[in-house]
């Protein structure tokens, strides 16, 4: 059974992220057929953000009526909606519509919404649900979390998405000097390789993803509800022995056990599961401030700053620095899980001290998107490999602290976790909101065409 749980656990939290985190990874074939180009990053973030509607109403609910929130009923509303969404965005991501003299694609936005709006709001349900379970299953769930990027993450790679090549064309009156490389009648132009299955095939496989996630939800309940019954069976039996026998009163507690003496985990009056190893952690209000600041700078860098500039991060180094910084980008978040699972660091100062590491890859990688079209290293393989480096070990790094920061509220309280997924959303809000005027209205980041930049050696 506990075999069965932690591959439902699983499951259950690729459902979490794989949406938007497979439309990230498709971007690289979607922005060559929608109006918005490189543009569309910035444009997703903000979007992604607009859906921290859903999970401010839940932390609303929790604050101002606690209890009357039906955490199963929302949890399985979000997943159904997303279930729909990601089915009818393999039909209409290529609808576009004329807004303000301009052509945008309203299909893909609007459809985007919806999918963020369920993304979103399992920050803030999906963890405290799963404090009715016991806390080894928490890393298992965060291991899910990560394979939301990493399954999308690998079915890009065999779609060869956004792959070029430049070839030699002769100059006709439809051309443009744009893509004039040298004086003459011929240039270079970019063409994009057909992918191996279509965009729609892409989504497609999403949607089973989420009926996945639906499915394992539903077990994930029936279980529970067992386990809750079998609970209240038993506390009943040892309430009527108490009342027979002086001495059973004395071996057995008539209350539900809140711990244990030989440090096993226990079970509460709720049918959920209590560490009380992990309990035995007292934190004060500097500490609680400190863990919710970590919270919420390193969302707001993995989720609104830098992925609004990871084109033009890696895309001047080649498709193959872009392609293997997003692939190996997402096989590190489960990687982080799994050492968080086996190297686990509570110490507050550990994470700090990670974080500032993150930071400074990420301080890297924005260096680089600054310098687009003609960042360091461009010519060089030195700068590819620098480049796939520092988006992993950035990812790593701060997933792992997003874990361990996670396993510490999961042993505090449910409240802790539902806030702790508020302040996921609000950092993540508050990156792209910086991110995307600097992106879309002041355009400090520049694109350019692979096949024809003219960069100083």
């Known amino acids: ?82 279930v729909v969404a990601s089915f009818l965005l393999a039909f209409f991501w290529k609808q576009t519509t004329w807004i303000s003299g301009q052509l945008h694609s309203t299909g893909f936005l609007i459809l985007t919404f919806f999918l963020s709006l369920v993304d979103c709001t399992s920050s803030v349900t999906f963890l405290p649900f799963m404090m009715q379970l016991q806390p080894k299953y928490m890393t298992t769930y965060f291991i899910g979390e990560g394979l939301s990027g990493l399954i999308p993450g690998l079915l890009s790679l065999i779609q060869g998405v956004g792959m070029i090549k430049c070839i030699n064309a002769t100059k006709n009156e439809n051309a443009t000097q744009d893509w004039l490389n040298a004086a003459g009648d011929h240039y270079i132009e970019t063409q994009y390789l057909q992918a191996n299955f279509s965009v729609q095939v892409f989504f497609f496989l999403l949607t089973i993803m989420m009926v996945f996630c639906l499915v394992a939800f539903f077990f994930l309940t029936r279980l529970l509800q067992k386990e809750v019954s079998n609970t209240a069976l038993l506390q009943s039996m040892v309430t009527l022995n108490s009342h027979s026998t002086t001495d059973l009163n004395q071996s057995y507690n008539t209350g539900p056990p809140e711990t244990s003496k030989n440090g096993e985990d226990t079970i509460n009056s709720t049918g959920s599961f209590s560490d009380p190893v992990t309990n035995t952690g007292i934190y004060s209000y500097g500490h609680y401030a400190l863990i919710y600041f970590l919270t919420g700078w390193v969302n707001a860098l993995t989720n609104g700053v830098l992925p609004s500039i ?89 997933s792992y602290v997003k874990v361990m920061i996670g396993v510490i509220l999961r042993s505090q309280s449910h409240s802790s976790l539902v806030w702790c997924g508020a302040v996921v959303q609000f950092g993540s809000m508050i990156g792209a909101l910086v991110m995307f005027p600097l992106v879309n209205v002041y355009g400090y980041f520049k694109s350019a065409d692979l096949c024809n930049m003219n960069c100083p050696s």
């Open 1 to 82: 059974m506990a075999l069965v749980l932690h591959l439902l656990a699983c499951v259950f939290g690729t459902g979490a992220w794989v949406a938007i985190n497979g439309l990230w990874v498709e971007l690289p074939l979607i922005v060559n057929d929608l109006p918005e180009g490189w543009y569309l990053p910035s444009y997703l973030t903000i979007i992604i953000q607009m859906a921290n509607i859903g999970p401010l109403f839940v932390t609303i609910m929790h604050k101002l009526k606690p209890g009357r929130l039906n955490e199963v009923a929302v949890i399985y509303t979000i997943i159904v909606l997303g």
């Open 310 to 398: 990871q084109t033009y991060s890696c895309m001047p180094y080649g498709n193959l620095a872009y392609h293997l910084s997003a692939a190996l980008g997402s096989m590190a978040n489960p990687l982080a899980c799994l050492i968080a699972m086996f190297l686990p660091c509570r110490s507050l100062v550990c994470l700090v001290l990670l974080s500032v590491i993150g930071t400074g890859f990420a301080g890297y990688n924005m260096m680089t998107a600054i310098m687009s079209p003609c960042p360091i290293l461009q010519s060089s393989n030195w700068g590819v490999a620098l480049t796939v480096i520092s988006w992993v070990l950035f990812i790593g790094a701060l």
